[in-house]
């Protein structure tokens, strides 16, 4: 087998393998400790390698669509308020910034906000200092994994972003790329999500659609 088809090569590495075969693939798809969204997820990539090797040895095996189905559930994402959203870029202002600038005049990265090591900042340390500020206004409870989530506010911008648009009969359809591109979505269509996220941006929606229908301006 291609070892490129295994990104965890070494998981396989005791096995004496040929052509691919499906209950190879499976085999290396639910290995323990692996959740089915991540072994559907393995077989995909099994799947889509499998594949293309098919076309130059007609001995492999391409796994079969219906093999470890799983359906995403979007998590229904925490709705801030303009008062939460305040809230936290109060308290932010509270960290002691650094002059970043003098520290870091030749930064290893192109990024705006940087670590102490000059580099961009990751997820993680991000993610620390959101639950910090969030447990200290009561948002979250501190050893609580449950709560609003940094990742949320992506929510509330595309939300509020909207409802401007809405508000200001601006040209929606038209301006849907802004946002993606803000949000970085690959596809327009992924944006639409967020219409019906929210029911006052789905009533917004619906209105503006019956009028066009109408033929209301």
Known sequence: M????????????????G???????????????????????????VRRFAAYVSAHDARTEVPAQKLLPYH?????????????????ILVAKQISPVIRDDIYPQRSSP???????????????????????ACQIGLRKPGDPHGPRVHDLRHYFAIRT??????????????????????GHVHVRDSYWYLSAV???????????????KGVV
Request: with cysteine; net charge neutral; hydrophobic share 40%.
């Open 162 to 183: 909207l409802l401007n648009w809405y508000q200001a009969d601006a040209d929606v359809e038209a301006r849907l790329p802004e946002l993606a591109t803000y949000l």
């Open 111 to 133: 990024a705006f906000f940087v670590w102490d090591g000059g580099d961009r900042l990751i997820y993680t340390t991000v993610n620390r200092w959101f639950l910090l500020l």
């Open 72 to 88: 995403f559930c979007r998590r229904d994402p925490y709705h801030y308020s303009d008062e939460n959203v305040l809230q936290i």
């Open 199 to 213: 029911p006052e941006l789905l009533q917004l929606a619906t209105l503006r659609l019956e009028r066009a229908e």
């Open 19 to 45: 052509p691919i075969r499906t209950k190879l693939a499976m085999q290396w798809a639910t290995r323990p400790k692996v959740k089915p969204c991540q072994s559907a997820n393995r077989l995909g990539m």
């Open 2 to 17: 291609n070892a490129r088809f295994n990104p965890q090569a070494e998981d396989l590495q005791h096995l004496q393998v």
